[in-house]
């Protein structure tokens, strides 16, 4: 099942990849991880908790960060293992960032990207409208999230929330 889509961070592209090549920051703008942990330069593992329609999930998720071109994509492998519960799920997410100049004339980045998501076990059970609605719920929260990380403030600074 492939997701793709795209956004607007009010920064520069530079900015906007540094931060979410850092695996705390990045974190912080998803809900529901928890205990990340790196564990070399491109590999990290975590905990995820999401409720998808009304059955609640806790994952064990591995992270590799399989392709980084400065400053402009970044390209991440992904598995994770529901515990107490028979499945798998496996993802290839490709992010690429490019430089654009907002009506006021200030800087921001373009990110656009393609997540292709494999659901194995009871998992797969569940239909592609609720994931697909779930996708699109957890994008929505992400973006709030970065945007709020990015506000500018009254001076031009831009203000970046430390989780």
Known sequence: ??????????????????RLNDPHFFASCLDGVSELVE???TH????????????????AISVEIAEI??????VAKSEGTPLGIVGRLTALATADLQ??????GSAQTEVT????????GKL???GQPVLRSKAREMERSF????????????????????S
């Open 113 to 120: 990207y393609e997540i292709d998501v494999s659901l194995a």
């Open 143 to 162: 973006v709030e999230k970065l945007h709020a990380a990015f506000a500018t403030a009254p001076d031009g600074t831009v203000q970046e929330i430390v």
């Open 69 to 74: 071109v400065a400053p402009s994509r970044v």
């Open 1 to 18: 099942m492939k997701f793709d889509g795209g956004f607007t961070v009010p920064a520069e592209r530079e900015i906007v990849f540094a």
């Open 99 to 104: 430089a654009s100049v907002a009506e006021d």
């Open 44 to 59: 990290f593992t975590a905990r995820l908790a999401t409720r998808i329609a009304y059955i609640k999930f806790n994952f």
């Open 124 to 126: 797969g059970s569940i």
């Open 39 to 41: 564990v070399d330069p």
